[in-house]
């Protein structure tokens, strides 16, 4: 599938998530901003490449078009039912844009409402919402009727910690957008245990990064039957080019080699986790990881994409495991370009990860910023994203 089209070049795309009760991605946000403020998107062309690189097995799509005049013509354009658009309540005091969502309404289309408070819309406005985006402040409040005369569902935005997240979907939220990530852990953090699960892997990481016999390693992965049957789920997702089904661990290292087998590690390290709450933090962690990989898979270097891959992947671990990185790094061994750019944030991996946090932060200027500081256009940075995303689900389907 191609994620390529001309319109890539005229806009800057950012990547987020809403995250459920069950810290479960519920939904992609992609955001949309055109590189120029005074030129809308081509959406007929923005709206056939979304179809390719979005189809409804994909499953929802909250789309945020930073365009006034993009927004009306995606409405009339009619988009798919499981595209979410988040609408802003200052347009619709025009009548035509009204009635044209209330058309779309009528087909299935979901619409967001976005910075105006619901209670301030006519019952006609709201009628069109399902979901309403509000702040922390409002986390908890009830909203008015909308859609199909139901109240309108809270998506909460702005929430300072994990915590307050937590307290937000439990008063009953639909989801939270973005997941806040909290301080990283300083110095003087508590030390801790590392759990007995991610502590199996680390042993295999570092027997792998020795070189160490098959029979060794399998020797280990026999300690934790659940081991293997993870890194066999990641290694057999659909999409990731492998051209034969891996049956086994010293199967998979005869096929890959000890250099790519520590990708996959890596991932096996978050899983091992055991804590829902860090579900969001493991997801955006696995996303950073596959877009840096891909934001170098032009260069060629095989080597680098591994290592951009585990960086980003272990980006979020000192969140995690509660502990800073220059401590957590003593222990798991991780190329020295990763060290650099998770200890000190230095190094030749340190302005892939700025992409990817930008990217993530869904701000124009910080993308720009970023992609620069790579010299790399902003339409580079979008494909890459694309085929991320893209990856991305083909390992949750694994």
Known sequence: MSHDHPVLDHVVLGAGALFDAKRQAMATRLTVF???ADQAPDIPGLTALLAQAWPAEAGPLLLNLASESGLRTLAEAAPPPHWLLEVPGF???DAALLATLEARVAQGQVLVLVGRAAASLTPAQRAIFRFAVVDAAGAAAALPAGAGGKAMSRLVTGLGSAAAAAAALKAGASAVVGWPLGDAPGPDAKQKSVPAGVQTVVDLMQRVDREESADRLEAVVRTDP???????RYLNSPGFGLSVEISSFRHALMILGYQRLKRWLALLVTSAIDDPDLKPLMFLAVRRGLLMEELARPGG???LRNELFICGVFSLLDRMLAQPFPR???????????QQALADDSGPCAPFLAVARAVESESVHEVREAAALLMLAVGDVNRALLRALASERSLTAG
Not at 226 to 232: E, G, K, Q
Not at 328 to 338: K, M, N, Y
């Open 34 to 36: 055109p590189q120029r």
């Open 91 to 93: 347009l619709l005091s």
């Open 226 to 232: 659940s081991l293997a049957f993870r890194l066999m």
């Open 301 to 303: 270097d095989e080597t």
């Open 328 to 338: 957590l790094l003593g222990s798991i061994p991780v190329p020295p370009a990763v």
